[in-house]
């Protein structure tokens, strides 16, 4: 019984192994096989076959079989057909095909790419396409089954656009339905010579699915054939005087090292333009932070200045109401007590000295509220002409010289300068500059001599007052120029005089200087070019 069984296993599994499975192809040995290895070759793309790249992958094909005494022999047809062929088995190889994964589930490939290659839109000579959006609904023309058409349509459907395309069997119907200029481009490889194929053709710069050439083999079929070229690119891929780089270099490709794809050579620019417009927009970044950081410390600036201004204007209107109050409250209470009938005449004198007094603190307080606000507001006007200086001071020295106590002695010295010397200012602000330097002297020196000055020095004309008086500390000078300032805070005025002095001087061209000596007296000096 045991025996009977053996049998039976025996031949079914004889009958099996013996019969092919339906649609299954058997494995061919080419160490015994007498038929020739039928070669594949694509017409039309080419009419001499040593100015296709892709004839690369075709002589390194026929070299490995005849170093290994394999008879071959080349079938030419179109690519459609020839796809065809392979696939049922009337071709063995297919040199110079793209790999794909979706051919690879009918094909067998090479273990390593030979060299990468992209594929090209090829528009008519006179279109243009500026964008892939210009090619919406345009017609495309591709070979059935190509996979630089395939590739094409998943490309540019990314970008949401709809083109038609127009498929063709063999590269001379292509050709001529171009020519005729019924299709607006054709999706193909990017090969030397195709510019001879389409003479009317050009790039259209939209270039897309990187991929490289392979051999390719019926499925199934040849895994001796394909292990001997995949040993024998294996053993000379990286020497570089092996026949497989001879023939690289002969015709003039890159052979994959690492199935990697190579940049064609007008990715390059592209690439460095693109590092040219990172490191512009990176030194732009740069520059950008930069200046914020300088805005921002502008900005903090200006907000530090408004913030002083309202403090400023918040203490101009604090003492404009103390020193307006003080010369109007004399005013009022002084006029009462005149049209008192009680007071006799001496005392109606003294009273309306006081007024008359008061009445000038007032004017001259207003006046100087004007001139900060012209000032201020850029409004204040110069009226420039030419004037005689030492005319201009006599009329100033005649003006003071009665308003100076009895314990003063006021001097003028003319002697560094000549009759006839004449400047372009404007006299009544220069007269306001010297007549606020000379009203500090009343005011805040209890006697001695004060002498009103000029000398030229240089190019300038140097104007001065100096006072023998009790002199003004350096902390205090730092501060004489700002509002609001008085060395003595129980002194009448509000503090612009000096403040007005330094912008009027500013304004007309010059500027004011002081020295100052505590215990020996004060110079002030307004400096002026010569005219």
Do not use: C
């Amino acid at each position: 019984m045991s025996k009977l069984f053996t049998t039976i296993v025996f031949f079914l599994t004889f009958l099996f192994t013996s019969t092919s499975v339906k649609g299954e192809e058997t494995k061919i040995d080419i160490s015994a096989n007498r038929k020739p290895i039928k070669i594949g070759i694509a017409t039309g793309y080419t009419n001499n076959i040593n100015l296709d790249i892709r004839a690369f992958s075709i002589a390194l094909t026929t070299h490995i079989l005849e170093e290994n005494n394999i008879q071959y022999e080349y079938v030419r047809d179109d690519w459609y057909e020839l796809l065809k062929k392979i696939e049922d088995g009337s071709i063995d190889i297919l040199p110079g095909t793209q790999f794909s994964n979706e051919r690879k589930e009918y094909l067998d490939f090479i273990d390593k790419g030979l060299y990468s290659i992209w594929s090209q839109l090829y528009i008519h000579r006179n279109n243009k396409v500026i964008s892939p959006t210009d090619l919406n609904n345009k017609k495309i023309g591709m070979i059935t089954n190509e996979d630089s058409g395939i590739k094409f349509l998943e490309f540019i459907s990314a970008f949401n656009i709809q083109v038609e395309p127009v498929y063709f069997y063999t590269v001379s119907e292509l050709k001529e339905a171009f020519n005729k200029d019924e299709i607006f481009g054709v999706a193909g490889p990017m090969i030397k010579d195709f510019k001879s194929i389409l003479p009317k053709s050009k790039p259209s710069g939209i270039f897309y699915n990187p991929t490289y050439i392979s051999i390719a083999f019926t499925k199934n079929k040849y895994e001796e054939l394909i292990s001997l070229f995949n040993t024998f690119i294996t053993n000379e891929v990286d020497d570089p005087k092996s026949y497989y780089n001879h023939l690289a270099n002969e015709y003039d490709i890159s052979p994959e090292r690492n199935n990697s794809i190579t940049l064609p050579i007008w990715a390059f620019p592209v690439i460095y333009s693109i590092l040219a417009i990172l490191i512009i927009v990176v030194f732009f970044n740069i520059w950008l932070q930069k200046t914020v950081k300088i805005k921002t410390v502008e900005l903090v600036e200006a907000k530090n200045k408004a913030e002083e201004s309202e403090r400023l204007k918040s203490a101009f209107l604090a003492n404009m109401s103390h020193e307006i109050r003080t010369p109007l409250n004399a005013i009022i209470g002084f006029s009462e007590l005149i049209s008192n009938e009680a007071i006799d005449q001496q005392q109606k004198q003294l009273y309306s000295s006081i007024i008359g007094t008061q009445n000038k603190l007032l004017l001259n307080l207003i006046n100087d509220i004007i001139d900060i606000s012209k000032i201020e507001s850029g409004t204040l006007k110069i009226k420039s002409e030419r004037i005689n200086i030492q005319e201009l001071l006599k009329d100033i020295y005649r003006s003071f010289l009665h308003q100076f106590p009895g314990n003063f002695s006021f001097i003028l010295d003319l002697d560094s300068i000549s009759e006839e010397s004449t400047i372009d200012t404007d006299p009544n602000r220069l007269r306001q500059i010297l007549n606020n330097f000379l009203t500090n002297t009343i005011k805040y020196t209890d006697g001695g001599t004060v002498t009103l000055g000029v000398n030229q020095i240089s190019n300038n004309i140097e104007i001065w007052v100096k006072d023998s008086g009790e002199g003004i500390s350096k902390e205090k000078q730092d501060l004489i120029f700002k509002r609001f300032t008085k060395i003595d805070e129980l002194s009448q005025g509000a503090g612009l005089g000096l403040a007005i002095s330094q912008s009027l001087a500013l304004i007309l061209g010059g500027n004011i200087t002081l020295s100052s000596t505590p215990g020996i007296g004060s110079k002030f000096t307004f400096r002026i070019p010569a005219s």
